[in-house]
């Protein structure tokens, strides 16, 4: 039996999506140190600006982060800092089941690596 996405569990699967790429769970972990700029980001990550600030805006539309403005610059931080905490509890998951989240048939890589990024 399908079970699809009841009305209560719709916001929670996006908020889990918006967290599925590594790109923005690298941002948020790097906020989680302070506030950056879009130019302290791509030069950390080393990404180009333009996929920093699409998975920026994405965070942001998520109200997950949030931005203040100092003249040219925009400088993005955590708004929920509690969202920490929720990774942090995620590694738990993760460490106590091994491989077998990386091993999921469908969400893991043959490789055991989720999404293709090495562990």
Known sequence: M???CAPGLTPAVALFRSLGD???LAILRRLASGEARVVDLTGELGLAQSTV???LACLRDCGLIDYRVAGRQSFYALARPE???LLRSAEQVLAATGDAVALCPDYGTPSGSAAGVPA
């Open 2 to 4: 399908a079970i699809g």
């Open 22 to 24: 590594p790109t923005r």
């Open 53 to 55: 600030s699409k998975h």
């Open 83 to 85: 969202l920490m905490d």
